[in-house]
Nanobody, 124 residues
Framework: QVQLVESGGGLVQAGASLRLSCAAS????????MGWFRQAPGKEREFVAAINWSGGNTYYADSVKGRFAISRDNAKNTVYLQMNTLKPEDTAVYYCAATIFTTRWGRQRDYDYWGQGTQVTVSS
């Protein structure tokens, strides 16, 4: 069992930066590949970024490539999402999720555990 708790969301102006954190419980965090997803009002939840268990491989949605960076610290049981040059269209609830195995990083049903989400609002 893995419990995930996101933090770091907030209200910022366009162009600003935020860093989201996702703290995981349990001693098996380093076994899990981790992903960030987001859901904007009235829209379906979508893939944002993912990182494999070792941190050696990262994957991004086209909409955030070059602006967002995912990283992890297995010693701290934490995964991060650094978000730069934020845009109003980045406004959403951001969720972190954990999966032991997936062949498609954006496939949500492959993720076994989900956090409760943190709100990010970007004003224009």
């Amino acid at each position: 069992q893995v419990q995930l708790v996101e933090s770091g969301g907030g209200l910022v102006q366009a162009g600003a930066s935020l860093r989201l954190s996702c703290a995981a419980s349990g001693r098996t965090f380093s076994r899990y590949n981790m992903g960030w997803f987001r859901q904007a009002p009235g829209k379906e939840r979508e893939f944002v970024a993912a990182i494999n268990w070792s941190g050696g491989n990262t994957y991004y949605a086209d909409s955030v490539k070059g602006r967002f960076a995912i990283s992890r610290d297995n010693a701290k049981n934490t995964v991060y999402l650094q978000m730069n040059t934020l845009k109003p269209e980045d406004t959403a609830v951001y969720y972190c999720a954990a999966t032991i195995f997936t062949t498609r990083w954006g496939r949500q049903r492959d993720y076994d555990y989900w956090g409760q989400g943190t709100q990010v609002t970007v004003s224009s």
